[in-house]
RNA sequence: GUGAUUGUAGCUCAGUUGGUUAGAGCGCCUGGUUGUGGUCCAGGAGGCCGCGGGUUCAAAUCCCGUCUUUCACCCCA
């Protein structure tokens, strides 16, 4: 491990046994809950132009700015590696034409941020996320809500917390920008550096600042949704209202913000206590993404499974659990049994049956320890005798007993 | 990008103010009489002490650089 010749690239991990299994159960309950609210899994290359994440996500954001792996190629065209997986999801449904604004689709894939690593943070790392194309509709925005309550109970996930709030349209945006840039100007030299900085790239961020000054002076402002439309605040009521009908807990907070530029109206998070600073294991909203002429308009969440397992492993839920065990061990001794034990292999994994067996001449004392490891149930015992007879030794592990049985009763 | 932090056997870690052949536990392998695991006992294998420079008679130990780990800021999943 020492040896950096071995070792993946900064922020990256290989994902081997046993943790696997806990991806694997992640991964296969997700796709069984995205098939019953009827959406269709989408695989998007993990290279795409440059552009389609600018325009997107937004050129001014840090995600684009500072933390995309972009490059050009050898033809000298200008590409990323996903930074995130909505852009190119609604690259590709809105390439789809009428049908592309009115889809389902979800994702469980890499994404690649050049990131310094921390807790919760690699620099290659997995979301699973769903996006919903279509007019806006508050339903749409709750339902998706719902279905990542159902997505962190199918996980057995407990003690997450889903924060919501709007951001309210464009148009809203713009004036919340203003009003908020003129009560700020005032105590400007009271902000944190950030804050001054965040004043002039993206005020809305000085909201949700940790800073405890900042947040004092966060707290005296009005909510954001006082500057908003009727109409908008309206919407975010009535989201608030379908998930209370439909008994999922929101927690409304005025000081949720969420950085990417394409978020309208709106926005969500859910945290969770075991994460440390990254403390949010997913984040969502509704967006509007302008590709080509035409606006997309959408709602979608992000989970990264990294820190799903985070705080699965908080609730006491390890990968162990999802191991696969059982099955048999064969034993052989002696060269013939070796070969009438592939052969008696072959025949019990086509039942389906877990089945290993050493395949070099072991003591019989190695292939019996090597069994134990295995946490198989039951070891078949095979030598020249037996084959002679016909015959194998079927041992059970757990109650160290053992006897006598025709070949031909092993095999079902 | 900024500021800390880590790096010694497969794993978790010891290694005293620089001083002989670098240790432990767990794991692994082989045995404890003919073909029987999990317990016990005995033995064994396995280390460019992250990498590269430097200081010194002498470096795992001190200095510099580099890569990596972990954590925080920034930002986000």
């Known amino acids: 491990m020492a040896s950096h010749e071995f070792q993946p690239l900064q922020g990256m991990s290989d994902i081997h046994a046993p943790e696997i299994y806990l991806w694997r159960m992640i991964e296969e309950r997700a796709r ?3 098939n019953s609210y009827g959406y269709e899994e989408l695989r998007t290359p993990s ?12 050129d001014a954001t840090d995600v684009v700015q500072k933390e995309m792996y972009a490059f050009k190629d050898r033809g000298d065209r200008e590409l990323a590696l996903r930074p995130e997986g909505t852009a190119g999801t609604i690259r590709h449904l809105a390439g789809l034409g009428e049908e592309g604004l009115n889809s389902r689709v979800f994702y469980i894939a890499p994404m690649f941020r ?9 620099r290659q790392f997995h979301p699973v996320g769903v996006e919903a194309t279509g007019v806006p509709n508050p339903l749409a925005d709750a339902e998706c809500i719902a279905l990542q309550q159902n997505l962190l109970e199918a996980w057995g996930l407990t003690g997450s917390t889903i924060k919501i709030n709007s951001r309210g349209t464009k148009e809203d945006q713009k004036l919340i920008a203003e009003n908020l840039r003129e009560l700020l100007e005032p105590v400007r030299s009271d902000l944190c550096e950030d804050c001054q900085r965040r004043m002039d790239e993206n005020v809305l961020r000085v909201i949700d600042c940790k800073n405890p000054t900042c947040k004092e002076i966060a707290a005296t402002l009005p909510e954001m949704r006082s500057f908003m439309t009727q109409e908008s605040q309206d919407y975010l009521n009535t989201v608030i209202e379908t998930l209370s009908e439909m008994g999922v807990a929101v927690e409304y907070d005025r000081s949720l913000v969420r950085g990417l530029d394409y978020y309208v109206n709106t926005v969500w998070e859910i945290t969770h206590g075991a994460l440390g600073s990254q403390n949010s294991i997913a984040g969502g909203g509704r967006y509007e993404i302008a590709l080509g002429k035409k606006g997309v308009p959408g709602v979608g969440f992000a989970m990264g499974i990294e820190r799903v397992i985070t705080s699965l492993e908080a609730c006491g839920i390890t990968a162990e659990q999802f191991a696969p065990k059982g099955g048999t061990w064969l034993v ?4 013939d049994a070796l070969i009438e034990n592939m052969k008696l292999a072959r025949e019990l994994r086509n039942q389906g049956v877990r089945c290993g067996m050493e395949l070099a001449a072991k003591s019989m004392k190695a292939q019996m320890r090597k069994a134990n490891r295995e946490g198989v149930e039951r070891v078949i015992i095979r030598g020249d005798e037996e084959i002679a007879k016909g015959t194998v030794i079927v041992k059970d592990m757990a109650e160290g007993s053992q006897e006598e049985i025709n070949l031909r009763d092993v095999i079902v």
């Open 32 to 34: 069984t809950l995205f």
């Open 47 to 58: 290279l795409e132009k440059l552009s389609v994440f600018k325009r997107s996500i937004g």
């Open 114 to 122: 050049c990131e310094r690593p921390q807790a919760g943070r690699k």
């Open 332 to 335: 052989s001794l002696g060269a």
